[in-house]
C-alpha cells in the first residue's frame, strides 16, 4: 500500500514509520525542510497545557502517547545512537496571589481524576524546590514530578535517521497543490505538472492544512498560532523543573540552557521575532523567576503552531474525499501527541487492530463548540 504524507513533521515523520514496519510504502512529501517547522520550534515539553480546560477524551488521547515515548526512545536511540534527551524532569505550577484560584483548584482535580501524581506546595516548600522563583506573592504551587521533556531536533534527527534506514523515501522542497481522484476516491496528488499515485494521502502539514484543505474544497478550520522563544545560556542547571506559569513557562535543559516561552499570536504566517513578543517573555520571567536575570540571551526563534477552534486534533478520514486522511490541529500539544496520532492513523489506513483510544472527538467532521482554549471564533472562514 503507497501513502502519500502531504507534511514531514513529527506526526508525518512518525506515521511514514509505522507505516512502513508494518509493511507498507510511505512516501513524505515536505513543502520546505523536514520537521523544520512547528516540530523543530516546538519546547519539547510531555505534557498538556493546562489539561483541565479539555474534554476528558483529550487526556485518554494524551496519556496513552506519552506511555509510548520511553519505548520511542529506546527504539530510536538503538537503531541511530542518537538519544533524544527524554527525562523525567517534573512540572511545577506556581500560583501567585493575582492569579485566579480557580486555576488552582482545577489542577489538584484534574489529577485526582486521572491519578496524575501530584504535590500540593508551599511557599517554602516551593522555592526548595526552585530558589530562582520569587518570594513576592507566590501562594502555593502544584508539582507534577512525572512530567517529562525532549529535545525536539534530537528528536527529529533521530526519526529522519530511522527512516533513511528503513529507505523511506523523503521528498523535500515538493510543493503539493491537488488531489488526484478516480471518480470520489482519492488516488494520488499532483505537484504543479507531476503526479504520484497512491492508495491513501494523509494531510499532515501543520499550520498550512487549513489553506489546503480550502484549495480542493473542504472546509478544515485549522490555522497558524505563532510562538515566540527565547533561549538562555548557563554553565549549569540555574533550573531543574519545568516552571509553568499562565504567563510565562521555563524549560530547563540538561546543558544549563533555559528555554523561556512560548507567545500566541493570532497573526497569520507573519514570521520572525519582534520586540513586543520577546520583551513579553522577558518581563514575565523576571516577575516569576528573577534568579534568572543573570542569564545570556543566546537566541530566539519562533514557529506556527496549528491551532483549531477547541484546541482538540484533527484526526482520521474525510468522509467526503474517501482515500484521504488527516492528522493535524494539534495546537500546543503536537510533540506530545505525536506517537500516539501516528498509531492511530497507520491502524485506520491499514486496518489493522482496534483503536487504542476513542477516536470519536476527534473526527474531522465534529461539531465544534468549544473555543476558550484557542480563542478564536469557531465560524470564521479562513
Known amino acids: 500500500m503507497r501513502v502519500a504524507i502531504i507534511g514531514g513533521g ?5 506515521t511514514a514509520l509505522f507505516l512502513k514496519q508494518r509493511g507498507a510504502d510511505p512516501v513524505i512529501l515536505e513543502r520546505g ?11 519539547g515539553i510531555l505534557c498538556p497545557i493546562q489539561p483541565w480546560l479539555y474534554p476528558d477524551a483529550f487526556t485518554h488521547l494524551v496519556q496513552a502517547s506519552l506511555k509510548m515515548y520511553p519505548a520511542l526512545q529506546d527504539f530510536l536511540l538503538t537503531e541511530t545512537g542518537i538519544s533524544m534527551q527524554w527525562y523525567r524532569s517534573g512540572m511545577l505550577i506556581p500560583f501567585f496571589e493575582e492569579d485566579q484560584s480557580d486555576h488552582e483548584q482545577a489542577a489538584f482535580r484534574w489529577s485526582q481524576r486521572f491519578a496524575w501524581s501530584a504535590e500540593r506546595l508551599s511557599p517554602v516548600a516551593c522555592r526548595q524546590h526552585e530558589p530562582c522563583l520569587t518570594e513576592q506573592g507566590l501562594r502555593s504551587a502544584c508539582y507534577w514530578p512525572d512530567v517529562a521533556q525532549l529535545r525536539n531536533p534530537r528528536l527529529l534527527k533521530a526519526v529522519r535517521a530511522v527512516l533513511e534506514t528503513y529507505k523511506v523515501s523523503i521528498r523535500e522542497d515538493c510543493n503539493v497543490d491537488g488531489l488526484l481522484r478516480r471518480g470520489e476516491q482519492v488516488c494520488g496528488v499532483t505537484m504543479g505538472q507531476q503526479r504520484l499515485e497512491a492508495d491513501a494521502v494523509l494531510l499532515a502539514c501543520g499550520s498550512w ?16 498560532v505563532k510562538g515566540q522563544i527565547v533561549l538562555l545560556k548557563g554553565n549549569q542547571m540555574h533550573i531543574h523543573h519545568i516552571i509553568k506559569h499562565d504567563r510565562v513557562y521555563l524549560v530547563p535543559r540538561l546543558d544549563g540552557r533555559v528555554l523561556v516561552g512560548a ?18 517573555l522577558l518581563d514575565a520571567l523576571m516577575r516569576i523567576a ?8 543566546e537566541q530566539q526563534w519562533m ?13 482520521g478520514p474525510v468522509e467526503q474525499y474517501p482515500g484521504l486522511w488527516v492528522a493535524t490541529g494539534h495546537y500546543r500539544n503536537g510533540v506530545a501527541l505525536a506517537p500516539i496520532t501516528a498509531e492511530i492513523v497507520t491502524r485506520m489506513m491499514l486496518q489493522q487492530g482496534d483503536m487504542p483510544v476513542d477516536v470519536t472527538p476527534f473526527a474531522v467532521d465534529r461539531n465544534i463548540r468549544v473555543n476558550h482554549i484557542t480563542g478564536y471564533p469557531v465560524n470564521e472562514q479562513h
Open 10 to 14: 513529527i506526526i508525518g515523520c512518525l
Open 33 to 43: 525542510r523536514t520537521g523544520m517547522e512547528a516540530s523543530w520550534a516546538g519546547a
Open 209 to 224: 492544512s487549513g489553506l489546503f484543505a480550502r484549495r480542493i474544497g473542504f472546509s478544515l478550520p485549522v490555522r497558524p
Open 263 to 280: 507567545s500566541m499570536e493570532d497573526n497569520g504566517f507573519r514570521r520572525g521575532n519582534t520586540v513586543s513578543g520577546v520583551h513579553a
Open 290 to 297: 528573577p534568579g534568572l536575570a543573570d542569564l545570556e540571551i
Open 303 to 315: 514557529g506556527f503552531r496549528p491551532g483549531s477552534p477547541d484546541g482538540m486534533p484533527f484526526i
